[in-house]
C-alpha cells in the first residue's frame, strides 16, 4: 500500500489567516520555542566570542609565520561573527530577543575567551583550535537535541557546524597535523 500525502488546505489557508501575527511559527512547530531561543542565545554568546578571541589573535600574531595565521584567523573571526548574526536572525524569527548583552557573553558562551603572549602562535592556534572543537561536540549536541522538531534551525546550526569543522581542519593544517 502506498503511503499517500494529503493535506486539508483550506484548514491550513485559514489558520493562516487567523494567526498571521505568529509569523513563521506556525502550528505545526514541534520544538519548545522558548528554549529553542536559550539555546540560539547561547550560540550567539559562543560566536561572537570566538569572533573576539579570533580578532585579538589575528592582531596580536607576530613571528615569520604571522601573515598567514593572520589570515586565517580574520577569516574565521569574519565567519564567526556571521554566526553569531544568523543565529540571532532565527531567534528573532522565532519571536525572541537576540541577547548580545557584552555583560554576560563570557559566561554564556560555550567556549573561553583565552588571550596568549604575541610571540606564542602554536598556542594561539591550539587554543582556537580546543575552541573549534568544543563548538562541534556542543553544535552537534544541539543538532540532535533538535531533531525534526524545527527544521529550520537544524538546518541552520548544521552549516554552521559545516564551517566549524572547516575551522577546525584549517587549524589543524597550520599545526601541522
Excluded at 528573532?92 to 596568549?116: I, N
Excluded at 594561539?124 to 540532535?144: D, G, H, K
Aim: negative net charge.
Amino acid at each position: 500500500m502506498v503511503n499517500q500525502f494529503e493535506i486539508d488546505v483550506k484548514k491550513i489557508r485559514e489558520d493562516a489567516r487567523a494567526h498571521m501575527t505568529s509569523g513563521p511559527v506556525t502550528a505545526t512547530y514541534e520544538a519548545d520555542k522558548s528554549r529553542v531561543i536559550d539555546v540560539l542565545n547561547t550560540v550567539i554568546a559562543t560566536e561572537v566570542v570566538c569572533f573576539l578571541r579570533y580578532s585579538q589573535h589575528a592582531i596580536a600574531a607576530t613571528g615569520i609565520d604571522r601573515a598567514q595565521v593572520a589570515a586565517e584567523f580574520t577569516e574565521h573571526a569574519q565567519e564567526e561573527m556571521q554566526h553569531g548574526l544568523r543565529a540571532a536572525e532565527r531567534v528573532s524569527q522565532l519571536g525572541g530577543e537576540p541577547d548580545f548583552a557584552p555583560a554576560t557573553l563570557a559566561a554564556r558562551s560555550h567556549t573561553e575567551y583565552v588571550t596568549t603572549d604575541e610571540n606564542d602562535l602554536q598556542r594561539m592556534l591550539s587554543e582556537n583550535l580546543v575552541a573549534e572543537r568544543i563548538v562541534i561536540t556542543t553544535y552537534q549536541e544541539i543538532i540532535r537535541w533538535i531533531g525534526s522538531a524545527d527544521p529550520t534551525t537544524r538546518r541552520l546550526m548544521e552549516s554552521i557546524l559545516e564551517e566549524e569543522e572547516e575551522h577546525a581542519d584549517d587549524l589543524l593544517d597550520l599545526l601541522g597535523g
